[in-house]
């Protein structure tokens, strides 16, 4: 059976030459980079090698870069961190509609085990929210705010920078989770005026298991965990080496092919677009038309469960998702569409294609093939599907 | 091109052997885990091994199905199972029956919703690993035997699924023991092989029901009315703290002392009071049913004789069951039976055939 991947939001297959650069840490250069010993400096250096291309990838000093195990950890320690320093003088936090359960569930641990207010700030229909509405909801013992900059499920890129100037001109640090952004469009922590932003590397062709907190100098958090020295005291833990470096490998490569890659994806998923409307009737494009990361391609087909087709494309070997999967798999509908406002029957319906380096015309004419029957058997079984 | 068959995968030794059979006879396969509940909703304990719908079951199901090369899913039907089944086994303790929550799951969200999902996922059938024979008769209706091992034989849960479903239905471990299945299991090296079973009811986590029902009450804001506990002799013996903890036959944990042992008669639920009495109290011979479907085609006409089971672990007694008008029966024994308990299904047969299943009113 044709297998066609189409979850590149999920995550990326490793590029073989980040495998290649990270090879060499796998193996002889095994130090463990805090050991004063020569097997310990190899490490290091390759580690602080890789810290300085990081941080230059996002306009960062490399003293702001701390290394951590991925996106969620990042934005852990940016919420929790903070939370945990000001609490004396704060007990307000605001995070956005439609964010990643790994700023969400943060957030709600501390409303609702450790009595901090929270707010969540709107979006509208297409997932933009306005630093107006912000500044209606910053308080003064606000402690921080946290907005995505492109969103996992529609690929909306919110105006971080006016939303992080309406907090930071209250006193109030701001976070974005750029997990989806970095690699794929260019971020500049200089140009956002962010004081925290969070990245990963299996997101843009890197190895799992590695990611990176940006947080500016100045800012101060409470860290998570305690048990050495590593990162500063924010995060201590032995250092994954082989990660950082292939962090570093995967984001040189992005940046050597982010305009190539921006044209090729735009033209996929136009293309991807146009026919699946054409083809299909009742078809809702989820979030802006422009103004979003083009890889991201979230469609609602009105009157049918994402759940269903996800499956049944499963079944022809085409891999996409819908809403958000917990651990035990089992899908819930997408928190994302409900905040944008979407009617419940195109909500329940929605299902998100992610196109990435390896998409080719080809493999989406495969979809065009297999989708609309799939669509055409689960309607013709839908006890709420009203032919129009 | 292959049949293609949705598999019903608990997590138990079971289901896993059934999808292997399956596959081993040419169904494109696919399994799929039902998610029916959640600890924040049901209480108990989160990290109890062994039961369907926690995330090690979840993993063992996932882990048998890469075994045998097929793909599978879970299914969310939480919000199916909490207004069909949760919400009716709570209802119905409330005025003081006792449910078959699992005889309800059946009929309406394993041979309703789960079919509906096989369906959408383009599957000629939907498979449990249920000990019972499904076959056509003569007379072009689906039929439902008991399992051949007898100790296991699940019909008694069945008798409410409709003949649609039943017609694309496949139980592949109706002919065999309880033995066979776990020796495949061990020959095939499924790591279900040695898992021990669960009986009891899969959402009442620690096997406290009236736990279960005060958490689920208290929630939503019910409150259990306190009454009498009277002998049936009419002299009042004691305080209750509401019908719903009381099951008929039931003895221990009245909180009532008496020179002999007293057991639950009646739950009246006009005057809330629990009636009790001797044992011998107990055993009667007639009773109506509701709710009657049957497997077999309705019955011709007038009263005809058969086995009779009125609980699950119950040994069919044989009587005479008269059709009534609006889905009803007469039921009359031969012999008396204990404690005929009003909420719980009756199923009659005839030898190992089901003819038909409703509940006792």
């Given at each position: 059976m044709e297998q066609v991947y189409l979850d590149h939001n999920a995550t990326t297959p490793v590029e073989p030459e980040v495998v290649e650069a990270m090879l060499p840490y796998l193996g002889e250069t095994f130090g463990n980079a805090s050991s004063v010993h020569s097997f310990g400096r190899d490490s290091k250096v390759a580690l602080e090698n890789a810290r300085e291309q990081i941080a230059a990838f996002i306009n960062s000093e490399p003293s702001e870069l701390y290394f951590t195990s991925g996106g969620t950890e990042s934005d852990n320690i940016a919420i929790l961190g903070t939370a945990y320093q000001l609490k004396s003088r704060r007990n307000h936090l605001i995070v956005g509609a439609t964010e990643h359960h790994a700023v969400f569930e943060p957030a709600e641990h501390l409303h609702e085990k450790e009595n901090w207010l929270l707010d969540k700030l709107p979006v509208n229909s297409e997932g933009f929210s306005s630093a107006e509405e912000l500044n209606r909801l910053i308080k003064d013992k606000t402690a921080i705010v946290s907005v995505m900059l492109a969103n996992n499920e529609t690929g909306t890129i919110q105006d971080i920078e006016a939303l992080a100037d309406a907090a930071r001109s209250k006193g109030v640090l701001f976070h974005t989770d750029a997990v989806q952004s970095v690699g794929k469009i260019s971020v500049d922590v200089k140009k956002l005026k962010v004081d925290m932003l969070s990245l990963t590397a299996h997101k843009i062709y890197g190895p799992k298991g590695i990611g990176a907190l940006f947080i500016r100098q100045g800012v101060k958090i409470a860290p998570l965990f305690y048990g050495g020295s590593h990162e500063k005291k924010r995060r201590p833990g032995t250092e994954n080496v082989a990660g950082t470096v292939g962090f570093a490998k995967a984001l040189e490569i992005a940046g050597r092919r982010m305009n190539e890659d921006h044209r090729n994806l735009t033209e996929l998923s136009d293309y991807f677009i146009e026919k699946v409307v054409d083809a299909i009737p009742d078809v809702v494009l989820n979030g802006p038309r422009t103004k979003r990361i083009p890889q991201t391609v979230n469609l609602s087909f009105v009157g049918i469960e994402g759940e269903s087709i996800l499956l049944s494309l499963d079944l022809e070997g085409i891999a996409c998702s819908s809403g958000s999967a917990c651990t035990s798999g089992a899908t819930e509908p997408s928190h994302v569409l409900i905040a944008m406002g979407k009617p419940k029957v195109e909500a329940q319906g929605a299902i998100r294609f992610s196109m990435g380096r390896s998409t080719t015309k080809e493999q989406l004419d495969y979809v065009f093939e297999k989708l609309p029957p799939i669509i055409e058997r689960?309607?013709?079984?839908?006890?709420?599907?009203?032919?129009? | 091109m292959a049949q293609k068959v949705l598999v019903a995968m608990s997590g138990g030794v079971d289901s896993s052997v059934a999808a292997l059979l399956l596959k081993e006879r040419g169904y494109d396969v696919v399994g799929a885990h039902m998610k029916l509940w959640d600890f924040v909703d049901v209480g108990g304990d989160i990290y109890k091994d062994g039961r369907c719908?926690?995330?090690?079951?979840?993993?063992?199901?996932r882990l048998v199905c890469?075994?045998?090369?097929a793909p599978f899913y879970v299914l969310n039907l939480s919000r199916e199972f909490r207004s069909t089944v949760i919400d009716n086994f709570v209802s119905e303790y409330n005025v003081g029956r006792?449910?078959?929550?699992?005889?309800?799951?059946?009929?309406d969200v394993k041979w309703n919703e789960f079919l509906r999902k096989a369906e959408q996922l383009g599957c000629d059938y939907m498979a449990t690993g249920h000990y019972a024979i499904i076959e056509k008769n003569g007379n072009g209706r689906w039929h439902i035997r008991k399992g051949?091992?007898?100790?296991r034989d699940q019909s008694y849960v069945l008798w409410g699924v409709s003949q649609e479903a039943l017609s694309k239905t496949l139980m592949p471990l109706g002919e065999m023991k309880k033995t066979e299945v776990r020796q495949i299991a061990q020959k095939y090296n499924l790591r279900?092989?040695?898992?021990?079973?669960s009986r009891e009811i899969c959402f009442v986590t620690d096997n406290n029901y009236r736990r279960f029902l005060d958490e689920w009450n208290e929630k939503r804001g019910n409150e259990f009315e306190p009454g009498e506990i009277v002998h049936e002799n009419g002299i009042v013996l004691g305080k209750h703290d509401g019908i719903a903890h009381f099951t008929i036959g039931q003895r221990k944990g009245l909180g009532i002392s008496h020179p002999t042992p007293l057991y639950v008669q009646e739950l009246d639920t006009k005057t809330n009071r629990v009636i009790v009495g001797e044992n011998d109290a107990l055993f009667t011979s007639g009773f109506q049913a509701n709710q009657v479907n049957w497997i077999g085609g309705s019955p011709d006409s007038g009263t005809f004789d058969a086995e009779i089971k009125i609980r699950y672990l119950h040994k069919p007694s044989a009587g005479k069951v008269t059709p009534l008008a609006k889905n009803r029966v007469q039921v009359e024994f031969f012999d008396k039976q204990r404690a005929i308990t009003a909420g719980q299904s009756v199923v009659f047969y005839n030898g190992d055939a089901v003819l038909g299943g409703g509940i006792i009113a």
């Amino acid at each position: 059976m044709e297998q066609v991947y189409l979850d590149h939001n999920a995550t990326t297959p490793v590029e073989p030459e980040v495998v290649e650069a990270m090879l060499p840490y796998l193996g002889e250069t095994f130090g463990n980079a805090s050991s004063v010993h020569s097997f310990g400096r190899d490490s290091k250096v390759a580690l602080e090698n890789a810290r300085e291309q990081i941080a230059a990838f996002i306009n960062s000093e490399p003293s702001e870069l701390y290394f951590t195990s991925g996106g969620t950890e990042s934005d852990n320690i940016a919420i929790l961190g903070t939370a945990y320093q000001l609490k004396s003088r704060r007990n307000h936090l605001i995070v956005g509609a439609t964010e990643h359960h790994a700023v969400f569930e943060p957030a709600e641990h501390l409303h609702e085990k450790e009595n901090w207010l929270l707010d969540k700030l709107p979006v509208n229909s297409e997932g933009f929210s306005s630093a107006e509405e912000l500044n209606r909801l910053i308080k003064d013992k606000t402690a921080i705010v946290s907005v995505m900059l492109a969103n996992n499920e529609t690929g909306t890129i919110q105006d971080i920078e006016a939303l992080a100037d309406a907090a930071r001109s209250k006193g109030v640090l701001f976070h974005t989770d750029a997990v989806q952004s970095v690699g794929k469009i260019s971020v500049d922590v200089k140009k956002l005026k962010v004081d925290m932003l969070s990245l990963t590397a299996h997101k843009i062709y890197g190895p799992k298991g590695i990611g990176a907190l940006f947080i500016r100098q100045g800012v101060k958090i409470a860290p998570l965990f305690y048990g050495g020295s590593h990162e500063k005291k924010r995060r201590p833990g032995t250092e994954n080496v082989a990660g950082t470096v292939g962090f570093a490998k995967a984001l040189e490569i992005a940046g050597r092919r982010m305009n190539e890659d921006h044209r090729n994806l735009t033209e996929l998923s136009d293309y991807f677009i146009e026919k699946v409307v054409d083809a299909i009737p009742d078809v809702v494009l989820n979030g802006p038309r422009t103004k979003r990361i083009p890889q991201t391609v979230n469609l609602s087909f009105v009157g049918i469960e994402g759940e269903s087709i996800l499956l049944s494309l499963d079944l022809e070997g085409i891999a996409c998702s819908s809403g958000s999967a917990c651990t035990s798999g089992a899908t819930e509908p997408s928190h994302v569409l409900i905040a944008m406002g979407k009617p419940k029957v195109e909500a329940q319906g929605a299902i998100r294609f992610s196109m990435g380096r390896s998409t080719t015309k080809e493999q989406l004419d495969y979809v065009f093939e297999k989708l609309p029957p799939i669509i055409e058997r689960l309607r013709s079984m839908s006890p709420v599907y009203e032919r129009t | 091109m292959a049949q293609k068959v949705l598999v019903a995968m608990s997590g138990g030794v079971d289901s896993s052997v059934a999808a292997l059979l399956l596959k081993e006879r040419g169904y494109d396969v696919v399994g799929a885990h039902m998610k029916l509940w959640d600890f924040v909703d049901v209480g108990g304990d989160i990290y109890k091994d062994g039961r369907c719908c926690t995330i090690d079951s979840i993993t063992d199901c996932r882990l048998v199905c890469d075994s045998i090369e097929a793909p599978f899913y879970v299914l969310n039907l939480s919000r199916e199972f909490r207004s069909t089944v949760i919400d009716n086994f709570v209802s119905e303790y409330n005025v003081g029956r006792t449910p078959n929550p699992c005889v309800k799951c059946n009929s309406d969200v394993k041979w309703n919703e789960f079919l509906r999902k096989a369906e959408q996922l383009g599957c000629d059938y939907m498979a449990t690993g249920h000990y019972a024979i499904i076959e056509k008769n003569g007379n072009g209706r689906w039929h439902i035997r008991k399992g051949v091992d007898g100790t296991r034989d699940q019909s008694y849960v069945l008798w409410g699924v409709s003949q649609e479903a039943l017609s694309k239905t496949l139980m592949p471990l109706g002919e065999m023991k309880k033995t066979e299945v776990r020796q495949i299991a061990q020959k095939y090296n499924l790591r279900t092989a040695h898992k021990p079973e669960s009986r009891e009811i899969c959402f009442v986590t620690d096997n406290n029901y009236r736990r279960f029902l005060d958490e689920w009450n208290e929630k939503r804001g019910n409150e259990f009315e306190p009454g009498e506990i009277v002998h049936e002799n009419g002299i009042v013996l004691g305080k209750h703290d509401g019908i719903a903890h009381f099951t008929i036959g039931q003895r221990k944990g009245l909180g009532i002392s008496h020179p002999t042992p007293l057991y639950v008669q009646e739950l009246d639920t006009k005057t809330n009071r629990v009636i009790v009495g001797e044992n011998d109290a107990l055993f009667t011979s007639g009773f109506q049913a509701n709710q009657v479907n049957w497997i077999g085609g309705s019955p011709d006409s007038g009263t005809f004789d058969a086995e009779i089971k009125i609980r699950y672990l119950h040994k069919p007694s044989a009587g005479k069951v008269t059709p009534l008008a609006k889905n009803r029966v007469q039921v009359e024994f031969f012999d008396k039976q204990r404690a005929i308990t009003a909420g719980q299904s009756v199923v009659f047969y005839n030898g190992d055939a089901v003819l038909g299943g409703g509940i006792i009113a």
